[in-house]
């Protein structure tokens, strides 16, 4: 049997003000993306918003690598067993190809069937058509990005990984804006821009990357491990991943059954929509951060056996991000008719963004449940709870809700459902982590891990 781990300060800063960073860089470079499309036109926006929707559908498949990279190597890691955690980590590579490249091919051959399913305006279609065939090459270079960063963090090199993102996100708001906008005489590419600077920062991202796993880690990928997927090794990614992944796969297909149902309501409600959701991604930034952060510390600490203290980080988790995100959301609602002039001077769209983001200080609130106590619960080995009680609030109330909803009482009624939908997930995923539910998952993964490293050891006495 190993040697217990030492004991893992539960310290939320170390990690989580590193990956506020991030998520703030991605946000304000994908703000700017809107800000300079609305400049173009309201169809250009609307553009916009509508391909992000789908990238983050497709990024289900990417969320399965980097939910699994992270708990598992941070698992591992929190055991002492870092051979496990190297093997685990050089998965980023192999599955990052194959899944980048299925992703690739889903907007190269499918973008127009994905615009017609969504009801895409007229307006919208040409634009949007041609924007995510530019973006598909970029896809595969962001997985890689996403799980190498993952592996970083689970090292809890979240200052590395920050790094990265600045000089990654910093490169493509400049390229972004020469592109879109152009300069002198050339007047650029308009929303064609942004993809292209995303598939150029992507590659400098990539870059980076390989050299931080090379400084900090010691890891040098050889070339085998671009295409390589051991299945003992992706096996225990996988049970951490797919469910995880899951919950995010019925999120974004209902989610996107509210954006097409948004997409009938015309242009406008569209803009609309997208704005404000923009304008929120700085208040789920924090959750998000906060949600991250404890899932790594928490890996690590179920890993050293320390349940009592992966309890109280999740509390402490939930306190923080209930203050920052409510703080953040009151700040949005209030200020609402000076931000939204960043976007549009419409004042029908600028009305109807401070009402929806007025009814989001509950919106937020509730997804702090979500973001924060899902990630404990995986990291605990409690994976498959968060996708059998979401799935049915997911389906009934966010998908097929916002559909009726949307029909009936407009853009209101379909925001009125994101929030009953995350308010009920929430509660559900903060009943379980108060009652314990996940300790035993929990105690079944440090069996796991202690057997894993007593057979390592054993096999390495036979050798000797």
């Known amino acids: 049997m190993s040697a217990p781990s030492a004991y893992i300060r539960p310290s939320l800063n170390r990690i989580a003000v590193p990956i506020v960073g991030e998520f703030l860089l991605g946000i304000s470079v994908a703000m700017a993306g809107l800000y300079m499309a609305s400049h173009t036109s309201d169809a250009a926006a609307g553009a916009f918003g509508l391909t992000q929707q789908v990238q983050e559908t497709l990024a289900v498949i990417f969320r399965v690598l980097a939910i699994g990279l992270g708990v598992v190597v941070a698992q591992k890691l929190g055991g002492n067993n870092t051979p496990a955690a190297t093997k685990t980590a050089f998965l980023a ?10 992703a690739a091919l889903c907007l190269l051959v499918g973008h127009n069937w994905i615009l017609d399913v969504l ?3 007229p307006e919208i279609v040409p634009i949007a ?40 996100h910093g490169s493509h708001l400049l390229l972004a804006w020469v592109l ?60 951490v991943g797919l469910p995880g992944a899951a919950v995010d796969f019925f999120y974004r297909v209902s989610f996107m059954i509210s954006i097409s149902a948004t997409a009938k309501l015309g242009v406008a409600a569209l803009a609309t929509h997208s704005y404000t959701l923009q304008t929120l991604k700085y208040v789920l930034l924090i959750s998000l951060s906060i949600g991250w952060a404890c899932e790594i510390m ?57 009402g929806l983001l007025w009814l989001s200080v509950l919106l937020e609130l509730g997804r702090v449940f979500n973001l924060v106590v899902i990630g404990g619960l995986r990291a605990s080995g409690d994976v498959h709870f968060p996708v059998v009680a979401s799935i049915a609030s997911l389906v009934l109330i966010l998908g097929l809700g916002s559909y009726w909803f ?23 995923m903060w009943r379980r982590w108060r009652k314990l539910g996940w300790m035993r998952h929990a105690k079944t993964t440090v069996r796991g891990l202690r057997n894993e490293q007593s057979a390592k050891t054993a096999t390495q006495l036979l050798h000797n």
């Open 129 to 168: 058509s041609i924007y995510m065939v530019l973006l598909a090459p970029a896809m595969l270079l962001e997985v890689y990005n996403l799980s190498m960063a993952a592996v970083l963090r689970a090292h809890l090199f979240a200052k590395e990984s920050l790094f990265v993102m600045v000089a990654m």
């Open 180 to 239: 879109m906008l152009g300069i002198g005489s050339w007047g650029g590419m308009g929303l064609n821009g942004f993809a292209v600077g995303w598939l150029l920062s992507r590659v400098l991202g990539l870059a980076l990357h390989l050299r931080f796993w090379r400084l900090r880690m010691g890891l040098v990928p050889q070339m085998a491990h671009w295409w390589h997927m051991p299945m003992a090794s992706l096996m225990p990614v996988l049970r």
């Open 119 to 121: 009801n895409a305006p």
């Open 406 to 428: 949307g029909q009936w009482f407009g853009l209101f009624g379909i925001w009125t459902i994101y929030v009953v939908d995350e308010c009920v997930r929430g509660l559900l």
């Open 298 to 354: 928490v890996g690590r600490m179920i890993g050293a056996g320390q349940f009592k203290n992966a309890y109280k980080l999740i509390l402490k988790g939930v306190r923080s991000g209930m203050v920052a995100s409510g703080a953040l959301v009151l700040a949005a609602a209030i200020g609402a008719p000076w931000l939204m002039k960043l976007f549009t001077h419409d004042p029908d769209i600028i009305r109807t963004a401070q």
């Open 93 to 102: 590579l192999g599955t990052g190809t194959w899944s980048g490249v299925l």
